[in-house]
């Protein structure tokens, strides 16, 4: 069955970039939605990015012009680069994968943005 792996997730200044990638396992990447989502201690899981399988995008109010989301059909992966980040954005980052009638997440990968 499909599984998500994260990675990429790791400490970094104000400021900073990062970039993080999620592979997926299986034959439904090219034709699923992805997204990344994000959960911060005592809030709720929130959508940040999604790119739907022609290619289209949306993106969390918070987050636009910052972050960029991507996909490599070839690779099965899906990128998340994150620029100018600030404290606000530290949170658990989540992977999933969104085709009728699946939907996938992966484990998470931490990304802590501090001086």
């Known amino acids: 069955q499909v599984q998500l792996a994260e990675t990429g997730g790791v400490l970094v200044q104000p400021g900073g970039s990062l970039r993080l990638s999620c592979v997926a396992s299986g034959s439904m990447f090219s034709s699923s939605t992805m997204a990344w989502y994000r959960q911060a201690p005592g809030k709720q899981r929130e959508l940040v990015a999604r790119?739907?399988?022609?290619?289209?995008?949306d993106y969390l109010d918070a987050v636009k012009g910052r972050f960029t989301i991507s996909r490599d059909n070839a690779k099965n992966t899906v990128y998340l680069q994150m620029n100018s980040l600030k404290p606000e954005d530290t949170a658990v980052y989540y992977c999933?994968?969104?085709?009728?009638?699946?939907?996938?997440w992966g484990q998470g990968t931490q990304v802590t943005v501090s001086s």
């Open positions: 790119i739907l399988s022609f290619g289209s995008t």
């Open positions: 999933n994968l969104r085709r009728v009638p699946f939907d996938k």
